[in-house]
């Protein structure tokens, strides 16, 4: 069936520096990809999407490139701030594109030290 | 526009206690769902529904029932409770099953069964 795996973490930087969370996916079809932030005592929001192969999604200074070769979806920042700390989920849609039924990752937590 | 608000934000049952966990949603949204969070499993989809009227099962709906007799609401009902069904439960809602919709979070409900 359909599944996520993300990098275990915790994963604890210093501010400023670079931050790659790996991610990959095994699914039938081409689903959509999305990265989901969850900061501490909140629920999920979505921090950036791709919806098919080489889109690359970007928002609050993250990327990830749909690479359907690899069947990865690496979140990426170039400079982390300490308010980045959150767990961050991988997750793919089953519907067609939908985010209405999604399959997720395991979460990786951050920390970023100032 | 209170998006999706959750209620309680804390409870504690016994075992072989019922209660209802509430999820309302304020922006006319047609597909609403279900998740439950536990450590080091992502989140996992309960139930969900398409529209009101219409429900169906997700990967882990053992001891969980629902119903979605208006758009706005999309109550979860334990009806025995378990100390397995201790976790942390989500409700989410997207205006439909398209791509690019995004799919909004409440903030959750923290249960402990003892």
């Known amino acids: 069936g359909d599944s996520v795996t993300q990098m275990e973490g915790p994963v604890t930087l210093s501010e400023e520096a670079f931050l790659t969370i790996n991610c990959t996916y095994t699914?039938?079809?081409?689903?959509?990809l999305f990265w989901y932030v969850q900061y501490p005592g909140e629920g999920l929001q979505l921090l950036l999407k791709?919806?098919?192969?080489?889109d690359k999604g970007s928002n609050k200074g993250f990327e990830a490139t749909y690479r359907k070769e690899t069947t990865s979806f690496h979140l990426e920042k170039g400079s982390v701030q300490v308010s980045d700390s959150a767990v961050y989920f991988c997750?793919?849609?089953?519907?067609?594109?939908?985010?209405?039924?999604?399959?997720f990752g395991k979460g990786t937590k951050l920390s970023v030290k100032p | 526009n209170a998006g999706v608000t959750q209620t309680p934000k804390f409870q504690v049952l016994k075992t072989g206690q019922s209660m209802t966990l509430q999820c309302a949603q304020d922006m006319n949204h047609e597909y609403m769902s279900w998740y439950r969070q536990d450590p080091g499993m992502g989140l996992r989809l309960i139930h969900y529904?398409?529209?009101?009227?219409?429900?169906d099962q997700g990967e882990v709906p053992n001891g969980y029932n629902v119903s979605r007799s208006t758009t706005e609401d999309f109550p979860l009902r334990l009806l025995s409770a378990a100390p397995s069904q201790t976790s942390v439960y989500f409700c989410a809602s997207s205006y439909s099953l398209h791509m690019n919709t995004e799919a909004f979070f409440g903030q959750g409900t923290r249960l402990t069964v003892v």
């Open positions: 997750a793919l849609s089953r519907d067609g594109g939908s985010q209405g039924n999604l399959i």
């Open positions: 699914a039938t079809g081409y689903p959509s």
């Open positions: 791709a919806t098919k192969a080489d």
């Open positions: 529904s398409v529209g009101a009227g219409i429900t």
